[in-house]
Every structure is written in C-alpha cells, then in structure tokens.
C-alpha cells in the first residue's frame, strides 16, 4: 500500500460522511490532484474503497467514496505480510502483551464464548 492511498483511508476513516476526492485534496493539500485520482482508481481495483454516491459540486457531480476496510485490517494484514503469522499466532501474541484492561479481556472472553457455542 503507497502513503497516498494510506493517507486516503485515514481521511476516509476520520470523516463521518462519505468524501469526493475535493474533499480529500481540501483536507491534504500536500497531495496533488494526478496523484490523488490515480490513488483513487487503484484503490477502487483492489476493493479498498467504493464509490458511495453522488453529490452535487458546483455545476458538476462527484462521487463520494468510502473505505471498505477498517484500520484493523490494514494493521493485521501489514503484519501478516511482515511476520507471516497466522491469525491464532497473532492474535495469541498480543493477548502474552499487557495490551488489554480488564475490560477488554472480558469482551474478548465473550466473543470466544459466542464463537464456541455456534
């Protein structure tokens, strides 16, 4: 994944509503619009965003995007490429961390204990 397209997700992340790619450029102007827009037609391929709707800009439409993968999975994936863990591995090594509070622990008992009694 280029920084282009993680910037993209981020921003995609951090707003509320569905972005065109004018909003992508107004909230980094860093990036210029050739790159913005090929980034754009990358990502739609790989399935990590897709196109949400229209919206009016001026006197023409522009689609929305939205990410179709969560930061997580970008995290897990990322890692799993680095390390060539497998899920259990990955997941066990986190849990032998002093990662989690409390709190988190019993979230991930009761998702286990869902997933045992399915």
Not at 39 to 52: C, E, G, H, Q, Y
Request: proline share 3%.
């Amino acid at each position: 994944m280029t920084k282009t397209e993680m910037m993209i997700l981020e921003t995609l992340w951090e707003s509320e509503t569905p972005l065109c790619a004018g909003d992508i450029l107004a909230r980094n102007p860093e990036v210029k619009e050739i790159t913005l827009r090929t980034a754009l037609k990358n990502m739609l391929k790989k399935d990590l965003i897709s196109v949400d709707g229209m919206i009016q800009r001026t006197k023409n439409y522009a689609r929305t995007f939205r990410a179709n993968v969560t930061s997580e999975e970008i995290l897990y994936n990322n890692a799993k490429q680095i390390t060539n863990l497998s899920p259990f591995k990955f997941t066990c090594s986190l849990l032998k961390k002093d990662t989690f509070s409390k709190e988190e622990l019993e979230t991930l008992k009761s998702i286990i204990e869902e997933r045992i009694h399915q």
